[in-house]
């Protein structure tokens, strides 16, 4: 059986980090009215990579356990609803 690759760390493609520097650009200038270079856009894209992925990862799976044992306990109480009483 082949070992499971381990998920030290999660990569954004670069056309997500291309989007998400984007975003950064336009809330600068949206919101705080700044203009904000290519260097600091790339930057705060990595530290949100580095930082906040890792959490939304967690988060994300955390939800998929929680969606997918509630689909086992209705699996669970579907199966008994098949029961033909004995009597």
């Known amino acids: 059986m082949k070992k499971r ?3 030290s760390q999660i990569k954004l493609s670069d ?5 998400l520097m984007e975003e950064i650009r336009a809330f600068y200038l949206d919101v705080r009215g700044e203009e904000i270079g290519m260097i600091q856009q790339m930057q705060l894209a990595e530290l949100f990579e580095e930082k906040l992925a890792p959490i939304i990862y967690n988060r ?3 939800d998929a356990k929680r969606w997918f044992s509630q689909m086992l306990d209705n699996l669970d109480s579907d199966y008994y609803t098949l029961y033909k009483n004995e009597n």
């Open 15 to 19: 056309q997500q980090k291309e989007a």
């Open 60 to 62: 994300a799976l955390d």
């Open 5 to 7: 690759d381990s998920l």
